[in-house]
């Protein structure tokens, strides 16, 4: 029953990451392309597996709970973290689930290490176009001295996660 709840799990887990690499593939082209419709489209999908994520996380802790009990009930008395406890949970499986079980959550692994490196390049490009912004503003108006003000006049930290112009050149 464990192993049948922990591999449902993981490949749901992995399928909701194999979607987000595939949203932010198309949330990168939308910011590259200036298409900011489809830019929050896809960001209401993103967070949308983001909570869908985060009940998978919580019954996967459950689970996991619930193998500690057991195996504390045998005399299995280590004190497991959850990644121990998965590695504890497959070692204890026989062979051919305990290697499917780490076939899918060595995939998930991977999808979500793609994930993490496509987020990381976005960031870096936004960044990079955000540098670029301010090194602009400060060499076309060097008279304002390094600082944005808003349009009611008031002084804008130079955190610029999000630009509006409102002149024009």
Not at 20 to 43: H, S
Not at 120 to 135: N, Q, S
Request: net charge negative; hydrophobic share 40%.
């Amino acid at each position: 029953m464990i192993y049948e709840k922990c591999r449902d799990i993981l490949i749901q887990e992995f399928e909701l990451i194999q979607n987000a690499v595939i949203i932010q593939e198309k949330i990168r082209n939308a910011v590259t392309e200036r298409q900011w419709v489809a830019f929050e489209d896809n960001l209401s999908v993103m967070n949308a597996i983001e909570n869908k994520l985060e009940v998978l996380e919580v019954e996967r802790e459950q689970l996991f709970d619930v193998y500690k009990t057991i195996a504390h009930q045998q005399g299995f008395s280590e004190t497991l973290d959850s990644r121990g406890c998965f590695y504890a949970l497959a070692a204890n499986l026989p062979e051919n689930q305990r290697n499917d079980l780490n076939t899918i959550y060595r995939s998930l692994k991977l999808e979500a290490a793609k994930l993490k490196i496509a987020n990381e390049a976005l960031m870096t490009y936004i960044d990079g176009i955000k540098t670029m912004l301010k090194d602009f503003f400060d060499l076309a108006f060097i008279e304002r001295g390094g600082k944005m003000y808003t349009k009611a006049g008031t002084h804008f930290s130079h955190d610029m996660r999000s630009i509006v112009l409102n002149q024009s050149f």
